[in-house]
């Protein structure tokens, strides 16, 4: 967790606030581990010489596991009593075993009626570019 006791008041956040940054190391385990959660049985998250042969430098990150990673990144900037209640992302770069994987984030737009949500921007980058681009709407108190 980023440190937030109680979730974050809806009145004290506003367009342009940027999130503070998260970096997330990417091992063989994680991979493995994640995939087996999400029960993504294929063989190119867990299977070196059967990602190779699919034309892949290595095992890499399922779009589940990112999902979740995108999610845990807003809630956490939110706190514990915001509620995601949308979660857009589209992929790019693979996260291969050694990336380290730069979430960043920025609020772009706010509820304007009685609903108190806000919606944020999330870009996660690796070496090689964006992994992620994606845009998450959470209901804040």
Do not use: C
Request: net charge negative; hydrophobic share 40%.
């Amino acid at each position: 967790m980023t440190g937030l006791e109680q979730t974050r008041k809806f009145e004290d956040v506003a367009i342009g606030d940027d999130l503070p940054e998260l970096n997330v190391p990417v091992s063989v385990t994680s991979i493995v581990a994640s995939a087996i959660a999400t029960r993504d049985f294929h063989p190119v998250h867990h299977d070196v010489d059967y990602a190779r042969a699919a034309g892949s430098k290595s095992i890499f990150m399922n779009i589940l596991t990112t999902n979740g990673y995108v999610e845990r990144y807003v809630r956490e900037w939110g706190g514990p009593g915001s509620r995601p209640l949308s979660i857009q992302i589209r992929l790019g770069e693979p996260n291969y075993p050694g990336d380290v994987m730069k979430l960043t984030g920025s609020v772009t737009a706010r509820s304007e009626g009685d609903e108190r949500w806000v919606d944020v921007a999330v870009r996660g980058a690796n070496s090689r570019g964006a992994h992620v681009l994606g845009s998450v709407r959470i209901a804040l108190e």
